[in-house]
């Protein structure tokens, strides 16, 4: 009779461990989400990390900068900086700051547009120099400034 007792409670045991294996949801694999943001920026300062050859403390100070997003500045941003304060100080607007902005970025260095008003001191230290008065002056200044 102990025996059949103590089968008899194996037997509800093992049926009841059964019935929640059934009952409890079956987990399946799922797709992994896109990585974050942070996850990407963490593989990249990582390569970069690996590249510069980092250990240790450097490693550590380099990957905690990176992934605050303090990388340090490219020439070209550096150079965008720049012409930006340039452009500032000029007080460029519109069209001529995009045409100013399109040469200091490209590197070359544009001659600066010849204004009226530098053609006319030109004009007039040229036509001072040479002495001219009255109409020859004027005829001076006139083919000097359309020229």
Same mark, same amino acid.
């Given at each position: ?40 920026? $963490? ?19 380099? $990957? ?36 100013? $902005? ?38 001076? $200044? ?6």
């Amino acid at each position: 009779m102990k025996k059949l007792l103590t089968l008899i409670a194996l037997a509800g045991s093992f049926s009841l461990s059964l019935a929640q294996t059934a009952a409890a949801p079956a987990t399946t694999t799922t797709p992994a989400a896109a990585p974050t943001a942070q996850q990407n920026r $963490m593989v990249s300062c990582n390569k970069e990390a690996g590249a510069k050859n980092l250990a240790g403390d450097p490693r550590k100070t380099f $990957m905690k900068s990176c992934l605050a997003g303090e990388t340090e500045q490219t020439t070209q941003q550096s150079r965008m900086v720049t012409c930006n304060k340039e452009a500032g100080e000029k007080a460029l607007k519109g069209d001529p700051r995009k045409a100013f $902005m399109k040469t200091c970025l490209s590197g070359e260095t544009a001659a600066a547009p010849v204004t009226q008003q530098s053609k006319m001191t030109s004009c007039n230290a040229e036509a001072t120099t040479k002495a001219l008065k009255g109409d020859e002056r004027k005829a001076f $200044m006139s083919t000097c400034l359309k020229g």
